[in-house]
């Protein structure tokens, strides 16, 4: 079935670095979107950045993924770390079926920035 | 625009005992997608509905969990007889099947000891 992986399950940095955060995902769909959501503490995750489109960048609060379907891959990247940043990520993966989206979740990295 | 509701935010029980969940979706969403979270896990879809039938509750327990949306609306998740394995925090989600954004609800953690 339908599967994304994210390797890291923690990253620990110092503001002002940059930051990728890994997903990659296995379909048997050719169009699926691919979804980055944030979730700090006590929260509900929030949608960050979405992308449908192959090999074209998409960018939202500093944060941009490309899609690469020849690598099945959408790794998030912030060229410089802010405190605030300091949350979990998880990357979902979306298919049609039945003529509804569903969203499968990979199993989040937690981010940390430290001063 | 309201966002999704649920209620309660936190319920504690013993194992054995049942207990509902309940969600309002966004007004016009269609679908509606109930969700596990186990403390330090990604969400796990547990069942979604399109209006009142459900699409896909493979991944639901079916011996102890059920869920309804009688009117294609609010939203009932209810345990039976819980288990210490359903510690987990419960999220609704609801969206409109033409858009792919999910929207959250705050969650319901649940607790049982």
């Known amino acids: 079935g339908d599967s994304v992986t994210q390797t890291e399950g923690l990253v620990t940095l110092t503001e002002g670095l940059p930051v990728m955060l890994n997903c990659t995902y296995q379909?048997?769909?050719?169009?699926?979107?691919l979804f980055w959501y944030v979730q700090h503490l006590n929260e509900s995750p929030r949608l960050l950045l979405k992308?449908?489109?192959?090999?074209k960048r998409t960018e939202h609060q500093g944060f941009h993924a490309t899609l690469h379907k020849s690598s099945s891959s959408f790794h998030l990247q912030k060229s410089s770390a802010q405190l605030s940043d300091s949350a979990l990520y998880y990357c979902?993966?979306?298919?049609?079926?039945?003529?509804?989206?569903?969203?499968?979740f990979g199993s989040g990295t937690q981010l940390t920035v430290m001063p | 625009e309201a966002g999704v509701t649920q209620s309660p935010r936190y319920a504690v029980l013993q194992e054995g005992q049942a207990v509902s969940f309940w969600c309002d979706p966004i007004?016009?969403?269609?679908?509606l997608y109930w969700y596990q979270q186990p403390r330090d896990q990604g969400p796990q879809l547990l069942v979604y509905?399109?209006?009142?039938?459900?699409?896909?509750n493979s991944q639901l327990p079916s011996d102890r969990f059920s869920a309804v949306r009688p009117k294609g609306t609010n939203s009932t998740l209810k345990i039976q007889s819980a288990k210490q394995g359903d510690t987990a925090t419960y999220l609704c989600?609801?969206?409109?099947?033409?858009?792919?954004?999910?929207?959250f609800g705050k969650g319901t953690r649940l607790t049982v000891v």
């Open positions: 989600a609801s969206s409109y099947h033409k858009n792919t954004e999910v929207f």
């Open positions: 379909t048997i769909y050719s169009n699926p979107f």
């Open positions: 992308s449908f489109t192959d090999n």
């Open positions: 979902a993966l979306s298919a049609a079926s039945s003529g509804s989206w569903q969203l499968i």
């Open positions: 007004s016009g969403h269609d679908t």
């Open positions: 509905f399109r209006d009142e039938a459900v699409i896909d």
